[in-house]
């Protein structure tokens, strides 16, 4: 499973565009790219999934380049309830091992 | 919105004693996930299931068993707790490769603390 390298902890203002990046050198053909967000006390939550290029729902935009080698989850106008940890992983989805490593994820702090 | 339950919520138990965590989903799917997650650190997996009769170890290491009798039911169980027991506890459950995207649905968590 390929290790990803996420900022620790990240602070922006409400309304603003937050971008995380991600780093996963090692990603494999077959791995696909996921972020979860996490609230304190609380389990993971799927945010976005995707594989390459870019891949767009009602909450959030995943920019994959054409090597893979990174990907930016975006988050448009964040407001203070978007504070939260943010986890990106990397896993295959065909090797039938469907396990995922969750790294330490990146804190965002939403600030007024 | 998913369906997968935790119970309790919030335990605190003495040293020494059998502690079950419960966790079940009413989703019908195939895997299950149980991971540890202390305050403020990442979570691990510790154990998961593909299937009724399938259970594995995962990444870190437990002193926990699990069982999978039935799909929809996915035990943890300390036969003797420690005070490094003490964490909270996540279970989660996927149906991937029936879903297009592979997601994990989580539970709400069991926080454990052992005196």
């Known amino acids: 499973l390929a290790k990803t390298t996420q900022p620790i902890s990240m602070d922006s203002y409400e309304g603003q565009e937050v971008n995380i990046t991600c780093s996963h050198n090692n990603i494999a053909t077959n791995d696909y790219i996921t972020w979860y967000q996490q609230f304190p006390s609380q389990g993971p939550r799927f945010i976005i999934q995707g594989y390459k290029t870019k891949v767009t729902n009602e909450v959030a935009s995943l920019f994959i380049p054409a090597d893979r080698k990174s990907s930016t989850l975006s988050l448009p106008r964040v407001s203070l309830s978007d504070t939260a940890v943010y986890y990106c992983?990397?896993?295959?989805?065909?090797?039938?091992?469907?396990?995922?490593?969750f790294g330490t994820g990146t804190r965002l702090k939403v600030l007024a | 919105e998913a369906d997968i339950y935790q119970t309790p919520r919030y335990l605190v138990i003495g040293t020494g004693k059998k502690i079950t965590l419960e966790c079940s989903q009413t989703m019908g799917h195939d895997k299950m996930y149980w991971y540890q997650q202390d305050p403020g650190m990442e979570l691990h997996l510790i154990h998961y299931?593909?299937?009724?009769?399938?259970?594995e170890k995962g990444d870190l290491s437990s002193e926990s068993t699990v069982s999978r009798i039935r799909t929809e039911h996915f035990p943890l169980t300390l036969e003797s707790a420690r005070p490094s027991h003490t964490s909270q506890y996540l279970c989660?459950?996927?149906?991937?490769?029936?879903?297009?995207?592979?997601?994990?649905?989580f539970g709400p968590g069991t926080r454990l603390t052992v005196t």
């Open positions: 992983l990397v896993g295959d989805k065909t090797s039938g091992t469907y396990k995922y490593i």
């Open positions: 299931s593909y299937g009724v009769n399938s259970t």
């Open positions: 989660a459950s996927s149906d991937w490769p029936r879903e297009a995207t592979y997601e994990q649905y």
